[in-house]
Structures are given as structure tokens and as C-alpha cells.
């Protein structure tokens, strides 16, 4: 599909800037700007898909939904509406209170918050950029298997009610969906505002990150790689983990760090382990949920989600 | 009228009251420009998604910031 600009790139940066061919800055720079247009062009698309449809559905009409269902096809649903509802770590509280409002039970929306987090559009669109479909699906499936099996853990668990610390009144009866009508221009326009305030908000980040994987494609040796990053040692699958807590905010800077260590052999299920962490484990998150959480138990849904990853992690780098 | 932004203060939310004072005042005559930063009080309105606006009790929109002309057409709407 690049073909075109795999060519044109290289004819840009080996015969107008007359770089030498096949030397390490060659190389590294004709990466760079191979993979920067190649990222931004698909990832302008991708997210302008992905928002159009989620103005389809909103957490609203999720509440509403979800209310009522019981506890184990909830989670599933609750899991599977974290893909396509628009979601913001700002909005974190408020979809909290308001699906305990509903009654919903508290593992169903820690499904949800698994979920939605992990399969933002960012995340996704890096993903498919760089890894192709079946990356992508295995990420997404896996991650809806940890936010359906996490998720119903904690609602197994007893009394965890008591860790929230603001009270909220039912509300009686059925909930009212909110209907805000939109014409499917409005929503190609909001979509299109939406993809630009998110490519404003990355591009720097993608560039950093293609920048430095760029330098690694070039100068760093393989070998060394593997001895640090990849390599079959039983640490580093906890240890990426542990890695990609901070870095929320960057995620798309680090997926093209994390293509250019696989490239040169970091392990796939590593990898994957990595990603999911930068995206669920996200330490931001974890200080807005504490104003209405108890330390406790936002520590409880780290660790069982940090724990779903490491053994996604582990299974991949032992069937992959 | 009253116009009300609901928000737990996210720099959408801060953007959304710029806009919804700037229509206000496009639009001319008294109106009263209320950020509700409260969650049980935003909680109350059926809102999940922040910034909402809110223009004399009725939810217009929520999750995203508008444009000045948008929450216009909002309040011309409503007369």
C-alpha cells in the first residue's frame, strides 16, 4: 500500500539530499521520514473512522444498556462497549458514579474501565499502523479477555463497596437516555475536529518515538537488543510491565519504540505485555479514580490488571 | 436564560465556559453563565461524559467542547 512512498521517500533523502546510500544515517533517515508520513497518513484515517462511529453511542446509552444485566454477560458487555464508546481518563468519576447510580455492579464497570482505556483510538490506530490486523485483533481480544475475566474477579471479591468513598443515591426506576440528534454531517464534522485536536496533541510524540526507533534501526546492532530487551529471560515480561505504568500519555510515542525492538527481537508477547500496560495501567487515571477510591482499591484493580498482562505476556512469548 | 457547564474541571470543561460566555454575550440581553464542578450535582443531570452544556435545565450536549456559534443556535433555539 506504501510502495509508492517507500520509493519516493528513498528518492528524497539518497538523490535530492544525496545521503549515501546504504550508510547508517541513509538508513536511519530514510526510515524516519518513510515512517513518520506513512504513521501520520494512517492514523489520521484510523481515528477519523474510529471517532464517526462512536458518535453512534455515547456512555449514556452504555448505562442504559447495561443496567440490569447480570453479572457475568454484563462484564462481556461492558467489555466489548469499551471498544466503541468514546472515552476520556477525565471522565473517569463521573462514569464511575453514574453507572453505581444505575445499580450496576461494581465488577461490571470495572469491565468497562479495563476496556475502554486499553482499545482507545490511539492506541489502535498506532497498532494497526505499524503491527497490521492481526496484532491489532490480538490485542484487542486479549485485552477484552482480561477486562471480561478482571473485572468479574472483582465483583467476586466481598465488600469492596465499602472502598468508595462518595455516597450515591440510586436513581428509582428506569433511566431516560439522553437523545442528542446529529446529522451525519454534523458527526463527519465532529470527527474530523476530534482527529485533529488528537493529531495536534501526538504528532510530536510519534516523531520522538519514530526518531529514536529510527536511530536504534540504524546504529544499534541487533544483538544488542536481544540481549537487553528481548531474549527469553523469565524478567522481562514483568519488567516491561512495570516499564509502561508511566507512560500513558505517550503511547503514541512508544508504539514505534516497540516496532523497531521487535523488528530487532524483542519477544511478541513482550511486546504486546508492554502495550497493554502503557494503555490500561495508567497511572494518571489511577490519581483522578483516587479522589472517589479508596487506595485499596484502585491498588486491588492495578494488580489483577497488571497480573492479566504479565500472564498474556508470558503465554505469547511461550506459543508465538 | 441559565446556562450551565457541567465539568469536574478538565481543560475541555474550562474551554466549554469560555465558548458558552462568549455566545452569551453574542447573543446580548441577561444570562446567567454557571460551571458546575460538583460530580453528585452533575451526576444529577444524568450526564456522564464532561463538558456538558446545560441551557435552562435542558442537556444540550455532552463530551465535547463547542463552537460559539453552536451554543447560539442552542440558545436561539430554545425562543
Same mark, same amino acid.
Not at chain 1, 159 to 165: K, P
Not at chain 1, 266 to 295: C, D, N, Q, W, Y
Given at each position: ?60 446509552? =452504555? ?19 469499551? +471498544? ?64 471480561? =475475566? ?20 440510586? +436513581? ?115 490519581? +483522578? ?32 | ?25 453574542? &447573543?446580548?440581553?441577561?444570562?446567567? &453563565?454557571?460551571?458546575?464542578?460538583? &460530580? ?8 456522564? !461524559? ?10 444540550? !450536549?455532552?463530551?465535547?467542547?463547542? !463552537?460559539?456559534?453552536?451554543? &447560539?443556535?442552542?440558545?436561539? !433555539?430554545?425562543?
Amino acid at each position: 500500500m506504501f510502495d509508492w512512498w517507500q520509493e519516493l521517500s528513498g528518492f528524497f533523502v539518497f538523490e535530492l539530499f544525496g545521503v549515501q546510500k546504504e550508510s547508517a544515517m541513509g538508513e536511519a533517515l530514510h526510515f524516519f521520514l518513510y515512517d513518520t508520513i506513512k504513521i501520520f497518513i494512517l492514523l489520521i484515517a484510523i481515528i477519523f473512522m474510529v471517532s464517526f462511529l462512536r458518535t453512534y453511542f455515547n456512555t449514556e446509552k =452504555v448505562r442504559v444498556y447495561l443496567q440490569g444485566k447480570s453479572e457475568f454477560s454484563g462484564n462481556i458487555l461492558a467489555a466489548f462497549f469499551g +471498544i466503541i464508546t468514546p472515552f476520556c481518563t477525565c471522565s473517569a468519576i463521573p462514569l464511575f458514579l453514574g453507572f453505581m447510580q444505575a445499580r450496576i455492579p461494581v465488577g461490571i464497570t470495572f469491565s468497562f474501565l479495563i476496556s475502554a482505556p486499553l482499545n482507545n483510538e490511539i492506541a489502535i490506530a498506532m497498532l494497526f499502523t505499524l503491527f497490521g490486523v492481526k496484532i491489532t485483533a490480538l490485542y484487542i481480544g486479549l485485552g477484552l479477555f482480561i477486562a471480561i =475475566v478482571g473485572g468479574y474477579a472483582m465483583g467476586k471479591m466481598k465488600n469492596l463497596e465499602q472502598y468508595i468513598l462518595i455516597p450515591v443515591k440510586p +436513581i428509582e426506576g428506569e433511566l431516560e437516555d439522553v437523545e442528542i440528534k446529529l446529522s451525519i454531517k454534523q458527526r463527519a464534522k465532529d470527527a474530523m475536529e476530534y482527529s485533529k485536536d488528537i493529531f495536534v496533541k501526538i504528532y510530536l510524540y510519534v516523531m520522538a518515538g519514530v526518531g529514536i526507533g529510527a536511530f536504534i534501526h540504524g546504529y544499534v546492532p541487533s544483538d544488542f537488543i536481544a540481549a537487553y530487551a528481548g531474549g527469553d529471560a523469565w524478567y522481562t515480561v514483568p519488567v516491561a510491565v512495570a516499564m509502561g505504568i508511566p507512560m500513558y500519555s505517550n503511547a503514541a510515542g512508544v508504539m514505534p519504540l516497540v516496532e523497531v525492538l521487535t523488528d530487532k527481537g524483542m519477544l511478541l508477547g513482550t511486546a504486546l505485555a508492554f502495550m497493554m500496560a502503557v494503555t490500561a495501567l495508567s497511572l494518571p487515571e489511577a490519581m +483522578i479514580l483516587k479522589r472517589i477510591l479508596h487506595t485499596k482499591l484502585i491498588a486491588i484493580f492495578f494488580a489483577i490488571v497488571g497480573f492479566g498482562i504479565v500472564a498474556v505476556g508470558y503465554l505469547f512469548n511461550a506459543i508465538l | 436564560m441559565k446556562i450551565e457547564i457541567l465539568g469536574t474541571g478538565c481543560a475541555k470543561c474550562k474551554t466549554l465556559e469560555a465558548v458558552a460566555k462568549e455566545a452569551a454575550a453574542k &447573543v446580548g440581553g441577561f444570562h446567567q &453563565v454557571v460551571k458546575v464542578d460538583d &460530580v453528585v450535582q452533575i451526576m444529577g443531570y444524568g450526564v456522564m !461524559s464532561t463538558p456538558a452544556l446545560v441551557i435552562d435545565g435542558v442537556v444540550k !450536549s455532552s463530551g465535547k467542547v463547542l !463552537s460559539v456559534d453552536e451554543v &447560539v443556535a442552542f440558545m436561539n !433555539s430554545k425562543n
